[in-house]
């Protein structure tokens, strides 16, 4: 099984003098169980295109398949919750949802609408507020009490607790500080190596680098390139065309290079950077 | 809910956009005025052709007044309904109990029909083409004189204007917090009133949560930018009389003046 969109063009407010077009004829196919990036400005329709692998927005036209569903312009909203079980959207910002009175609800919210039943739920919601290193006594309290970062986390934890088979990310980690980034984001990892999809919309070219297999780059409302990681960033000339940056370590390889010391692969992590430069460093003392 | 055209402005640039919101309000309120001066088919005739003639001249598409006109289309039917089987007088056509169709009831649910359209269509011209600041600057400057009661208009119009500005974001904030909540399998269309209402918490917690968010930080931003309350402003737009508008009331004129002849024809 895979992800398949065809042709799938979105139109907003269509019929009013509001109208404009969110996606224009974009088709791909992604793999299943694949870590695929999303990259592309403000504006290029990432956010859309995300909202139609739930069907929070039906395609105007085209048609996409996926996790079993055919999803066009006349999917009705009856069979929506099972598809919605398989496919887990966290949204920017989406310390924004919370609502419950305690954490441990919020994070329940999500598995029991699902039909999960209750012990099964809160076993769920406390595994993954665990992972996300939510402390248990706090368990209890109100969402509204933490800090900005931590509500994140809760709601992070509330997507992931029924274990969706599809999960989006629309920048989940814009604004927490470096280390709780790195931290979620190899929880997102591990989550795909456990044999799920994650779909990851970012700017950080660097976490695409390390965590991506995949990348689609929009323009516009059009998918202007799908391709793998590696080779996204073999080519500066066509990212800088498209003002979009190399990771920091194929940059630094990039000014090494302007310097003569030329690396033979451009480095996506400081781990290949650091790899590449002290082998050559070897091959010279020898 | 997009599909809703009342209160809506739409971008252009027709002559009707370039007057003063001030007129176009003092125009708009005296149009219902006027509207009690026709009192025949010719002074109708006149009223009805001076609407199309104002919706002609916004440039837009006469499908976005339709949609003005249809939510309230219902309304005004029942209304004319009404006028028509309780008026009595003129000769009569028909009649059973109470119910009577006479000339008068035919003519009168025939001229309120006429009249609500009319006044309707004028106020989608006045709101298609002016924004909302403008609209309560416009305001603002036409109850000025209450200020010598102490009414703090100023405050007022700024309250106004915010909750005006206030009013898309919101709607925005509604819908990302509703689509967050129905990935997570919130459903609320299904089951009865109660699970209904349930289904609403889970909106409006955080929506009313993100809402005192938001208005702390603009109190804190218009604080730090020196607003202080009561304190005289300048405007950063300021309300130009033009040419527009003294031919806008010349028009107003020209037709009170008409329906005012033909009224006694």
């Not at chain 1, 609408?113 to 099964?120: E, I, Q, S, T």
């Not at chain 2, 809402?211 to 109190?219: G, M, R, V």
Request: aromatic residues 12%; charged residues 20%.
């Amino acid at each position: 099984m895979s992800i398949e969109f065809k042709n799938v063009n979105y139109i907003y407010n269509q019929g009013t003098p509001f109208e404009y077009q969110g996606l224009k004829d974009i088709s791909f196919n992604l793999t299943d169980g694949n870590f695929i990036a999303i990259i592309g400005h403000t504006g290029s329709g990432k956010s859309t295109l995300l909202q139609h692998f739930d069907a929070l927005l039906k395609p105007t036209s085209g048609e996409i398949k996926l996790a079993g569903f055919d999803i066009t312009s006349k999917t009705t909203n009856k069979n929506l919750k099972s598809l919605r079980k398989k496919v887990g959207i966290v949204f920017q910002f989406p310390e924004n949802q919370l609502f419950a009175e305690t954490i441990l609800k919020d994070a329940m919210f999500g598995p029991l609408n699902f039909g999960m039943d209750a012990d099964l739920a809160e076993k769920n919601a406390k595994k993954w507020l665990k992972r996300l290193g939510i402390k248990e006594e706090l368990y209890e309290q109100s969402p509204f009490d933490l800090s900005g970062g931590q509500m994140r986390r809760v709601a992070i934890a509330g997507v992931l607790a029924y274990e969706p088979e599809i999960l989006c990310l629309d920048e989940p980690a814009a604004g927490l500080d470096p280390v709780g980034r790195k931290e979620i984001m190899s929880i997102f990892k591990e989550y795909q190596k456990n044999g799920h999809t994650v779909i990851l919309i970012t700017h950080e070219m660097d976490d695409v680098a390390q965590y991506a297999d995949d990348v689609l780059v929009l323009q516009q409302a059009k998918l202007i390139k799908h391709t793998t990681v590696a080779d996204l960033f073999e080519n500066p000339e066509w990212l800088a065309e498209h003002y979009l940056n190399q990771p920091h370590a194929a940059r630094f390889a990039q000014t090494l290079k302007q310097n003569g010391f030329k690396l033979k692969q451009t480095p996506l992590t400081i781990e290949q950077l650091a790899k590449s430069i002290s082998k050559k460093m070897r091959e010279y003392n020898e | 809910m997009s599909k809703i055209i009342i209160g809506r402005y739409i971008p252009g640039n027709s002559i009707i956009y370039k007057m003063d919101p001030r007129g176009k309000i003092i125009a708009a309120f005296f149009f219902i005025a006027l509207i009690f001066l026709a009192n025949n088919w010719i002074t109708y005739s006149l009223i009805t052709l001076f609407t199309f003639a104002a919706v002609f001249a916004t440039k837009l598409k006469i499908k976005t007044f339709w949609q003005g006109v249809r939510p309230l289309i219902w309304l005004i039917l029942f209304t004319s309904v009404l006028q028509l089987f309780f008026t009595t007088g003129g000769k009569v056509y028909w009649h059973w109990g109470i119910l009577n169709i006479s000339h008068y009831g035919i003519e009168n649910s025939i001229y309120i029909f006429i009249r609500f359209v009319m006044i309707i269509l004028m106020s989608t011209v006045l709101t298609l083409t002016t924004t909302p600041l403008e609209i309560s600057e416009g305001m603002e400057w036409i109850l000025t004189p209450l200020k010598y009661l102490k009414v703090p208009i100023g405050q007022i119009a700024l309250v106004m204007s915010i909750a005006l500005r206030f009013v898309p974001t919101l709607m925005d904030e509604t819908v990302k917090i509703m689509n967050a909540q129905r990935a997570r399998g919130a459903d609320f269309n299904d089951g009865g009133l109660v699970k209904r209402a349930k289904a609403i918490i889970p909106i409006l917690v955080p929506l009313f949560i993100n809402s005192l968010t938001i208005a702390i930080d603009l109190a804190v931003a218009m604080e730090s930018r020196g607003y202080r309350e009561g304190e005289k402003r300048s405007r950063y737009r300021v309300l130009k009389w033009s040419q527009y508008d003294w031919i806008n009331f010349a028009f107003f004129a020209l037709l009170t003046v008409l329906l005012l002849i033909f009224r006694n024809h």
